[in-house]
């Protein structure tokens, strides 16, 4: 069983778009209000896609999960609340629109779609990775927590107070 993240292309939109939508819908089960609007659009995905920042998690030729990562300052974290950033050498990747396909669910893809953007983060060159999640997201902070990201702070998308995430820091040495 062969499971790897490689880049996304155009052509895969359709399928990530697809991811998405899945996402939402088991956010909206469990009562998470987060992607519950218009966002993420094809137009966030095609954008991620054209700036290489779009990437799937592959298991035995299926893609079963798509995430981002965003390689340029995030603006939602430019300001931190009931906490604070962690200094580091200031130049960070982050992780976004992550969803695994549902029918995978307790097959533990997501542990091993972190590792790997994790790793591809280092291997580009950062040695910070953040990350954010609504606070109701609890099944989202275990898989944060437990690929070792320390919890930061809270920051809102879009400088909008009723949306609120908890924002989380790894390190790479």
Same mark, same amino acid.
């Given at each position: ?11 895969? /939109?359709?399928? $990530? &778009? +697809? /991811?998405?939508?899945s996402? #939402?819908?088991? =956010?909206?089960?469990? #009562? $998470?209000? @987060?992607?519950?609007?218009i ?5 966030? !995905?095609?954008?991620? *896609? %054209?700036?290489g920042?779009?990437?799937? =998690? *592959?298991?035995?030729?299926? !893609? ?9 300052e ?6 931190? &609340?009931?906490?604070?950033?962690? #200094?580091? =050498?200031? %130049? &960070?990747?982050? !992780?976004?629109? *992550?969803? $695994? ?13 972190? +590792?790997?953007? !994790? +790793?591809?983060?280092y ?6 990775v ?5 606070? %109701?997201?609890?099944?989202m @902070?275990? /898989? ?6 320390? &919890?930061?702070g $809270?920051?809102?998308?879009? @400088? ?8 989380? @820091?790894?390190? /790479? #040495?």
């Open positions: 069983m062969a499971i790897y993240i490689r880049q996304a292309k155009k052509e895969d /939109l359709n399928t $990530i &778009y +697809s /991811l998405i939508q996402g #939402k819908k088991v =956010l909206a089960q469990e #009562k $998470i209000p @987060q992607w519950q609007g966002y993420p659009q094809k137009g966030d !995905i095609l954008q991620d *896609i %054209k700036q920042y779009g990437y799937l =998690l *592959i298991k035995n030729g299926q !893609i079963v999960g798509t995430a981002t990562l965003f390689q340029r995030d603006s939602n974290y430019q300001q931190i &609340y009931a906490g604070a950033w962690q #200094k580091g =050498l200031g %130049k &960070y990747a982050t !992780i976004h629109r *992550i969803a $695994i396909e549902p029918n995978f669910k307790g097959q533990h893809l997501g542990d091993y779609f972190f +590792s790997n953007l !994790i +790793s591809e983060a291997r580009l060159g950062f040695r910070e953040r990350i954010d999640t609504h606070e %109701k997201n609890k099944r @902070q275990h /898989l944060i927590l437990k690929a070792g990201f320390e &919890y930061a $809270i920051v809102y998308m879009h @400088q909008d107070p009723n949306d609120q995430r908890k924002a989380f @820091q790894l390190f /790479l #040495k």
